[in-house]
C-alpha cells in the first residue's frame, strides 16, 4: 500500500467534507452578498467576477442561487476586497 491509496471509507468522508466546505462558503458569501448589498452596483459586480450580466440582479431580486463557481469567485473577491483593507489600514497605522 503506497501513501496515496485511500481506502473506501476515506474517500467518503473526504467527499462529506468537501460537500460541507462548499455549503459553508455557499452560506457565507451568500449572506455577506446579502448584508452588503446596497454597497454594489448589481452590473458591476457582474463584470467584476466574471459572470453574466443580470446575475447578480437575479440573486438579489429573486433568490436565485449561485452556482459553485459563481461562489468560488465570489468569496475570492470578497477575501481580496478584506485583505486590501486590512493592508491599507496598516499602511495608514
Same mark, same amino acid.
Given at each position: 500500500?503506497?501513501?496515496?491509496?485511500?481506502? &473506501?471509507?476515506?474517500?467518503?468522508?473526504?467527499?462529506?467534507?468537501?460537500?460541507?466546505?462548499?455549503?459553508? #462558503?455557499?452560506?457565507?458569501?451568500? *449572506?455577506?452578498?446579502?448584508?452588503? #448589498? %446596497? @454597497?454594489?452596483?448589481?452590473?458591476? @459586480? %457582474?463584470?467584476?467576477? %466574471?459572470?453574466?450580466?443580470?446575475?447578480?440582479?437575479?440573486?438579489?431580486?429573486?433568490?436565485? #442561487? @449561485?452556482?459553485?463557481? #459563481?461562489?468560488?469567485? *465570489?468569496?475570492?473577491?470578497?477575501? @481580496?476586497?478584506? &485583505? %486590501?483593507?486590512?493592508?491599507?489600514? &496598516?499602511?495608514?497605522?
Amino acid at each position: 500500500m503506497n501513501q496515496y491509496s485511500f481506502s &473506501e471509507t476515506n474517500c467518503k468522508s473526504k467527499v462529506i467534507v468537501i460537500k460541507i466546505m462548499k455549503e459553508n #462558503r455557499r452560506i457565507i458569501v451568500e *449572506a455577506w452578498l446579502s448584508k452588503h #448589498r %446596497d @454597497l454594489f452596483n448589481t452590473s458591476g @459586480l %457582474d463584470r467584476s467576477l %466574471d459572470i453574466p450580466l443580470g446575475t447578480m440582479q437575479k440573486f438579489f431580486k429573486y433568490n436565485i #442561487r @449561485l452556482n459553485n463557481k #459563481r461562489i468560488n469567485k *465570489a468569496y475570492r473577491l470578497i477575501k @481580496l476586497l478584506g &485583505e %486590501d483593507f486590512k493592508s491599507l489600514h &496598516e499602511e495608514i497605522e
